[in-house]
């Protein structure tokens, strides 16, 4: 069984794969000093929470994008399954059938995105990943990626407003009823969740005119905030970076 880790600034995701199948997903939030001992607890027991005993593990693949985790999670990989955990990093980037430019600054999760969409679609792709950031992956029709677009993420814009405001609270990341809101609550969400519609939208349109053309798939855990809201995505698969991880393992093992 292969298990992946997608380690980022706000959570850890991991997904149990059989045969090429997602059988199980867990989402744990990144705590700053954590140890490698604390996050095998915590994913232990999920696992066999979940009916998945960590033993039939017996492949691990990690992206990380946070430096001060990259040590822990293999470490804790190598301790928990008993193997050699495969580190997506520049060095490996060669042996996939995307190419890579700015190898040694594009995040892995990215590249993992690239990997997936392009999979999937077989010609000219992007990817909009909502995570911490919010992060445009466009690939061409050669499989190459040719950009990327970043912008703060829909919760890190809302997070920002709250912690750097002394009267605006924090708030559920849902579209308001209008565009004008009548309290404090709907005037954020109309801001950053209808603001961030059309911040997509206009990014979107001109990936698409510059690569001549694209199929659009939508991703991350704050992905389904926009759906119903714009037409933008050809597709929405939540666990993208999870499956672009799972099939690096034919190039790799």
Not at 117 to 126: D, E, H, M, S, Y
Not at 146 to 155: K, N, Q, R, T
Not at 195 to 223: M, N, S
Request: net charge negative; hydrophobic share 45%; glycine share 12%.
């Amino acid at each position: 069984m292969l298990f992946v880790i997608d380690a980022g600034n706000t959570n850890i995701v991991g997904g149990a794969y059989e045969n090429g199948r997602l059988l199980e997903t867990l989402r744990i939030r990144t705590v700053a000093g954590k140890t490698e001992d604390e996050y095998g607890v915590v994913v232990r027991a999920i696992l066999q929470d979940r009916g998945i005993d960590p033993k039939r593990i017996d492949r691990v693949i990690i992206s990380s994008v946070v430096p001060q985790l990259t040590s822990s999670m293999g470490k804790m990989a190598a301790h928990l399954f008993g193997v050699s955990p495969v580190m997506v990093n520049p060095g490996i980037y060669g042996r996939l059938p995307v190419k890579v430019i700015a190898a040694d600054e594009i995040g892995s999760d990215l590249v993992a995105d690239a990997l997936a969409a392009w999979t999937r679609f077989k010609g000219a792709c992007l990817v909009v990943d909502f995570g911490t950031a919010l992060t445009f992956t466009a690939v061409d029709g050669t499989g190459t990626i040719v950009g990327v677009s970043i912008a703060p993420g829909l919760g890190t814009a809302a997070g920002s407003l709250a912690s750097a405001t002394a009267q605006l609270p924090s708030v559920p990341l849902e579209a308001p009823p209008s565009a004008m809101g009548k309290n404090t609550v709907q005037a954020i969400q109309a801001g950053v969740v209808l603001g961030y519609t059309g911040l997509v939208e206009y990014l979107v349109r001109k990936i698409k005119e510059e690569l001549g053309g694209a199929k659009v798939v939508a991703t991350g855990g704050l992905c389904r905030v926009l759906m119903g809201l714009t037409d933008a995505f050809d597709a929405v698969e939540p666990d993208l970076t999870l499956d672009g991880l799972a099939l690096m393992e034919r190039w790799l093992y």
